[in-house]
């Protein structure tokens, strides 16, 4: 036995390897086992050259029996040997099978997450797609809309435009017929500025022959807010107006009418914020009547303030200049002497008349004048 398992030991120390066939495996530990015999032989015919002594009750190993017994020996040693390979080798394959199935398993995960993708990618592109038409029809619609929206209001602008001019005409329409002079010059409708409270005021319309009833001297005051010299004379011209229609037995006898400059309806009411008396319509004063007045008077510069009489006859012109030499207004309103016996002798009908007469007797005048001033021109050229 103890040669039997030497012999085993010194037969796994030479690394025999488990691709060797179980025939040459089996036949190298019968070779080992015989030749462990043979020496054990020579050592027992060395060491004893007797024969042993027979024990009683103790049988002796022959070499039938010690070769059978590593054999036997041999033979579970290459079964469990066997077994350790078919053990190895399953987990071997066992191992196998998981990679492969692990490689199969990631395969198809990629391919299922490239289909994912692929179908997240399609998905993608047929929302931005989509989302691109619905922007699209949207800007066509926000246009179409847009288009809508400015027809509408340049229609609906229109339709105020004519609201007002219609409710214009029939403003004008409404006004009672008014006839005289002072209509005829300044038209049917004065304004005056009415406070409502310390910042807020309000237009107020009067009819022209109301506001100008019972008036001796009328003042046509041409000025702008823009105009320095004017911002200067406004003042003066206020406490002027009160001083004159304020004296004793001639109360209320003086009226001014603003014949404005500005350039805009805002600074227009501003402007008259500083004044106490009537004023020409803005549409009016900075239109084409009030141009005809500038034209009708001869204004070459603002401020500029015509006198006129109740019947629209001129008194002066150069009001603007007598008021800083006379502020007391003692020659007010700087008739010439033959007008004021005019107006004391000869009623107002016939003054009405003679001054129409006069208007025209003075037209046809002007324009004979105008008519024989060319040919005089002529006449040294033809010398």
């Known amino acids: ?91 071997t394959q066992g191992e196998e099978e998981l990679i492969e199935e692990d490689v199969v398993t990631s395969e198809e995960g990629e391919t299922a997450d490239d289909e994912t993708v692929s179908d997240e990618t399609g998905e993608s592109e047929a929302a931005a797609e989509e989302e ?43 006004l009672p017929v008014q006839a005289g002079p002072l209509v005829d010059l300044l038209g049917p409708s004065l304004l005056s500025l009415e406070m409502i409270d310390e910042t807020t005021a309000q237009f107020k319309q009067h009819l022209t022959s109301d506001a100008l009833a019972g008036k001796k001297v009328i003042g046509l005051y041409f000025s702008a807010d823009w105009c320095g010299p004017c911002r200067q004379f406004t003042p003066e011209l206020v406490n002027f107006y009160n001083r004159m ?41 900075m239109g084409q009547r009030g141009m005809a007045l500038g034209d009708k008077y001869k204004v070459k510069g603002i401020p500029s303030l015509v006198l006129l009489d109740d019947l629209g006859q001129v008194i002066t012109t150069d009001a603007r200049n007598k008021i800083p030499q006379d502020t007391a207004g003692i020659g007010f309103p700087w008739r010439s002497p033959l007008a004021t016996v005019i107006s004391v002798i000869l009623p107002r009908s016939l003054r009405l008349m003679l001054g129409n007469q006069l208007g025209i007797i003075k037209s046809k005048v002007i324009d004979k004048v105008k008519s024989l001033l060319p040919g005089r021109a002529k006449a040294p050229a033809m010398a």
């Open 1 to 91: 036995v103890p040669v039997l398992a030497l012999s085993l030991s010194s037969a796994k120390e030479e690394e025999v390897s488990y691709s060797t066939s179980n025939v040459d495996l089996i036949f190298k530990l019968l070779q080992t086992a015989l030749n462990s015999t043979e020496q054990r032989k020579e050592l027992n015919n060395e060491d004893h050259q007797a024969d042993p002594v027979a024990v009683p009750g103790i049988r002796r190993m022959d070499d039938d029996d010690a070769i059978i017994t590593a054999v036997a020996a041999a033979e579970q040693d290459v079964a469990e040997m066997e077994a350790e390979v078919v053990v190895e080798e399953s987990a």
């Open 245 to 285: 229609n304020n004296r004793r037995g001639r109360k209320g006898e003086f009226e001014i009418v603003w014949i404005s400059r500005c350039r805009d309806v805002d600074s227009y009411g501003q402007y008259f914020t500083q004044m106490n008396w009537l004023a020409m319509p803005p549409e009016e004063a």
């Open 132 to 174: 691109v038409a619905t922007e699209a029809a949207a800007a066509t619609d926000d246009g179409e809309t847009t288009s809508d929206a400015t027809e509408e209001a340049a229609t609906q602008q229109q339709e105020s435009e004519a609201a007002a001019d219609a409710a214009a005409d029939k403003k004008e329409k409404q």
